[in-house]
């Protein structure tokens, strides 16, 4: 999306500061959040929904409070529209959450049990479909240059740059679409660029950017 919540970043807020703690969270709430988002996907609640829902946020909330506090707005939204909680809940932090029956603690499990229950539940994005791919490696090509005004994974970083195919991926389900609750699958490529083509001031840069983007995003150079 363009304006602030692009994928691909904004300029004109300076360097990212990288601190030295190693761990992941700042704080603990973050870690609960982090992990409520994991659990919460579904077929119906897709990636490209709730980063659409995340898109809704006001600017000035999305650009001013911590990263991992967008992601709690959002899940609120979503969880509020699925009926899976309700407003009142949410402002009195889960008090009026009534349960039935105490809830089974799950039993410990080691990392491969959980990652093989994970692969056998996880959403597959991939499907094949009858139509050709339009590109082939190595193939050059020029993304499409015009803005979007809903969800997209084409960063404006990006937009009207050529470069060439790397890799094909098969056919994926199209975010864009995904985002407006529309199921469709479409070719999917890696892309790469020159650093040099996407900021000039890199121009004795023979570094790369490899991006994963969707046929409709390519035209042929």
């Not at 609960?32 to 909330?61: F, K, S, V």
């Not at 020029?142 to 809903?150: D, F, L, S």
């Not at 740059?161 to 094909?168: H, P, Q, S, T, W």
Request: aromatic letters at 10%; a negative charge.
């Amino acid at each position: 999306m363009d304006g602030a919540h692009d994928l691909g970043g904004q300029q004109g807020f300076g360097p990212i500061e990288v601190d030295s703690v190693s761990e992941p969270f700042n704080e603990e709430w973050e870690g609960r959040e982090w992990g409520m988002a994991q659990c919460a996907l579904t077929p119906e609640l897709t990636i490209d929904w709730w980063r659409h829902c995340r898109e809704l946020i006001l600017p000035e909330d999305y650009l001013t409070r911590p990263y991992l506090d967008s992601w709690a707005q959002t899940d609120f939204a979503t969880y509020i529209e699925a009926g899976w909680i309700s407003l009142e809940e949410v402002d009195h932090r889960g008090s009026l959450i009534e349960v039935d029956e105490p809830l089974d603690l799950p039993s410990t499990a080691s990392v491969d049990d959980i990652l093989k229950d994970e692969r056998n539940h996880a959403v597959r994005y991939h499907k094949v479909v009858e139509s050709k791919p339009l590109f082939s490696e190595g193939q050059n090509i020029v993304t499409n240059k015009a803005g979007i005004a809903g969800h997209t994974r084409l960063p404006r970083y990006v937009r009207g740059i050529k470069g060439a195919i790397n890799a094909y991926h098969g056919a994926h389900v199209f975010p864009d679409l995904s985002a407006q609750g529309k199921t469709t699958h479409q070719h999917l490529y890696s892309v790469v660029f020159a650093c040099a083509d996407l900021w000039p001031e890199t121009h004795n840069s023979k570094d790369k950017v490899f991006l994963d983007l969707w046929e409709s995003y390519l035209t042929e150079a």
